[in-house]
């Protein structure tokens, strides 16, 4: 991170798992280390186990990257105060797992996350919301984001958990990434015509339609965890007509999983996004014009 950025936020900012992480040398502040106890959990919050690669931003002494590493991840961390990197990797060294761990001086705002599975955060709120686009952007679904004492914006956690008591007490938040699936969906019910699937999407969140024309129902109750989908729709059922819980998950671009009727039964689902998402009202409004299945 720049010096001129840390200064226009110094009032906010605290790093990786100390108050000093992300200043610059000359602001002097207090080295205040965070407990082991909330650094655990931290992770138990992010499940992280053996076969996850955990990115600390703003890693400080690196001691949440060493204890991820203890727990069989890989940990990478990235500060900007080059004493601090060389701390990390002379700590890491003893507690033995300097191989399984990378420390990174520079700046968090230019981090390449693609292969974490866990992301780790102690920055500020508006550190966290400027690094959520990027976040968004290159983690895949089903990551997870844990952060100490700051949120995201209005993108809520899927969690919060209070560690300690008094002057001690830490909030921790975390997040997993939901896969992107806003926008227009050919979906075939079993036993049904092939219909349009409209997802109005907000980071976890999702409503929107379901069907063609006049014979349109709205999803409720819709939310995304990684790649699974679930939300709930009025079908008719019979001579009568019921609520029906959608479940499924995203593999590439179909949807495919099951919707269960107020009976129990169970009918199978999938859905491919449309191939021109501009032109998908047009066909929601022409029923005739609908292809029968697949990608128009």
């Not at 100390?18 to 959990?41: F, H, K, M, R």
């Not at 990797?89 to 705002?109: C, I, L, P, Q, T």
């Not at 100490?148 to 921790?172: K, Q, Y």
């Not at 976890?204 to 109750?221: E, F, H, Y």
Request: aromatic share 8%; proline share 6%; hydrophobic share 40%.
């Amino acid at each position: 991170m720049s010096r001129r950025i840390v200064g226009a936020m110094m009032a906010t900012v605290v790093s990786g798992m100390e108050c000093v992480g992300q200043l610059p040398p000359e602001a002097d502040p207090p080295y205040i280390p965070t407990s082991l106890a909330v650094l655990d959990v931290m992770l138990e919050m992010a499940s992280v186990a053996s076969g996850d690669t955990v990115y600390d931003l703003g890693s400080g002494d690196g001691r949440i990257v060493i204890r991820a590493a203890e727990r069989g991840a890989r940990g990478v961390g990235t500060e900007y105060d080059l004493e601090l990197v060389e701390r990390s990797r002379a700590n890491a060294d003893s507690a033995g797992v300097g191989e399984s761990v990378e420390f990174v001086h520079g700046d968090v705002f230019e981090a390449d996350v693609r292969s974490a599975t866990v992301v780790t955060l102690y920055l500020g709120a508006e550190f966290n919301r400027r690094l959520r686009p990027r976040l968004l952007e290159q983690l895949r679904p089903g990551s997870r984001i844990v952060s100490h004492g700051f949120h995201m914006g209005d993108w809520e956690p899927d969690s919060v958990r209070n560690v300690g008591t008094g002057a001690a007490r830490a909030t921790l938040y975390a997040w997993v990434v939901p896969a992107d699936v806003g926008g227009f969906w050919s979906i075939v019910i079993e036993g049904r015509e092939t219909t349009v699937l409209e997802f109005d999407q907000s980071f976890q969140k999702i409503d929107g339609s379901l069907g063609r024309a006049s014979r349109t129902v709205p999803i409720a109750a819709g939310e995304i965890t990684g790649d699974s989908v679930e939300f709930e729709a009025v079908l008719a059922e019979g001579r009568g007509r019921g609520v029906f819980r959608f479940e499924g998950r995203l593999d590439g671009g179909r949807l495919a999983g099951v919707a269960r009727g107020p009976d129990g039964g169970a009918l199978a689902w999938h859905a491919v996004r449309f191939t021109d998402p501009s032109r998908s009202p047009e066909w929601r409004d022409a029923p005739d014009r609908f292809p029968p299945d697949g990608m128009p």
